[in-house]
């Protein structure tokens, strides 16, 4: 309780956080003897669940959380999305994204653009996709299938897959494309990861080396991450801002009151990354990015702060709208630090604590319309970072000829996507800062 009462964004709606809700520790604790469940009791504190507030949580196990934070989890390195059939529309189909290096999924031949309809044989339902495909069991055999048209036909081919413990580097592919006369850097960037901050920087080293004038940033499928790498990425792209306003923190009315540091609330674009390592700018005027519905978070923080400085360009679809951040509370004494942690239970909280606006207090609270729209077709989704996969082509042309017009020709059946391989995980959609001293 006292820690939602001090750092929940939404404290002063929520009766029960009230400083006056109770008289007495009696009184607390007989409230609290009602509820035998911490995860019932931390539900039962959040502000319009579901529809404000969307994306707090409580874990069982912070060290397994801890290991999210640095991308690594139990995975088969399959990432998928999951879309309803375009007629039968309880049933559901899978279709592959990426597939992790390294993984089992790679070693057993699964590429992007597989469909899958079916899982150990079974029918993938809106009722039953979470079972099958996101419980506890290490393997599974997904049953491919053929488009159809938005209602997907097995083919009779199979792919056993086994989930093991892996960390995903983020930095999924990073190139140079010559295209129209100009050097055009390419990177699909999978998550805002910061264990991988170093390996980050050396991307836009080599960007730097090949003469990159123009930059296409790929968060398709990018939920969020760290705040802080979300302000090194825009220190990457630009470096003629250093030590202005990358983004502004608003916390709850209790902790901006008590906050005698008024800096620690402001995220500046940097020079260095915090291993005192140089970061390589590209001092860019304008920026690309390649958003879809699954574009998050800290993807959309990148955006909406690069909006007052340069000329910024999206190309794909909507983003999700994500505006506010969370960080992780542990039962210890000053609930930040595992010091002095108590030793018996694993349980802490990622409530949402913060709300981000830019240099000029601006967030897009409904997403981010797209410059130019552009839809994934899943019966063709091409082959990511080649210049005809669709989005990246359409991104080519907006760069080479300005033509921000919507893409003639052949368009995507429209087709609903209700999950994704990580939104199984407490990460999905996150964006986090670190807790800092008063």
């Not at 109770?22 to 539900?43: A, G, I």
């Not at 989890?73 to 375009?86: A, D, H, I, P, S």
Request: glycine share 6%; aromatic share 10%; hydrophobic share 30%.
């Amino acid at each position: 309780m006292e820690r939602a009462k001090r750092y929940y964004l939404w404290q002063n709606d929520i009766p029960d956080l009230s400083d006056r809700r109770f008289s007495s520790q009696q009184q607390l604790n007989e409230y609290l003897d009602d509820f035998d469940d911490p995860n019932l009791l931390f539900e039962s504190l959040l502000y319009q669940r579901g529809t404000i507030d969307k994306w707090s949580w409580i874990v069982d196990d912070y060290i397994a959380l801890e290991q999210q934070f640095q991308g690594t989890t139990q995975t088969t390195g399959m990432e998928f999305g999951l879309v309803r059939y375009r007629n039968e529309m309880n049933n559901v189909f899978g279709y592959v994204r990426y597939v992790v290096p390294n993984t089992d999924a790679a070693s057993q031949g699964v590429e992007r653009g597989m469909l899958f309809s079916s899982v150990n044989g079974t029918q993938i339902t809106i009722d039953n996709y979470r079972n099958l495909l996101f419980s506890e069991n290490t393997s599974l055999t997904i049953n491919l299938s053929n488009y159809n048209n938005g209602d997907p036909i097995t083919n009779g081919t199979s792919i056993n897959l086994t989930k093991n413990s892996y960390t995903e580097n983020p930095i999924h592919l990073a190139k140079t494309i010559n295209e129209g006369g100009k050097n055009i850097g390419y990177l699909m960037y999978n998550g805002f990861t910061s264990t991988f901050d170093s390996q980050l920087n050396q991307v836009f080293s080599q960007f730097k080396s090949d003469g990159v004038t123009e930059l296409i940033i790929d968060l398709r499928y990018n939920g969020g991450g760290s705040v802080r790498t979300a302000s090194y990425l825009g220190s990457m792209i630009t470096g003629q801002f250093t030590g202005d306003v990358f983004s502004k923190q608003r916390w709850n009315e209790k902790y901006m009151n008590i906050i005698e540091n008024q800096e620690i609330l402001i995220d500046r674009f940097k020079n260095k990354i915090e291993s005192s390592e140089n970061i390589n700018s590209l001092n860019l005027e304008n920026i690309y990015f390649i958003t879809t519905s699954s574009s998050a978070s800290a993807s959309e923080l990148v955006i909406n702060s690069l909006e007052p400085y340069i000329n910024v360009f999206t190309v794909g679809e909507k983003t999700v709208g994500k505006y506010v951040g969370s960080v992780t509370l542990y039962d210890s004494p000053n609930l930040y630090t595992k010091e002095d942690i108590n030793p018996n239970h694993n349980w802490a909280m990622q409530p949402i604590v913060l709300e981000i606006v830019n240099k000029n207090d601006k967030n897009d609270k409904d997403g981010i319309e797209p410059t130019v729209e552009i839809l994934e077709d899943f019966g063709n989704l091409g082959v990511l970072g080649n210049r005809e996969e669709p989005l990246l082509a359409r991104t080519l042309q907006l760069i080479t000829t300005g033509n921000r017009a919507a893409k003639s020709g052949n368009t995507p059946i429209v087709l609903k996507t209700i999950s994704s391989s990580k939104a199984n995980y407490p990460l999905y959609n996150n964006m986090y800062v670190n807790l800092q001293s008063k």
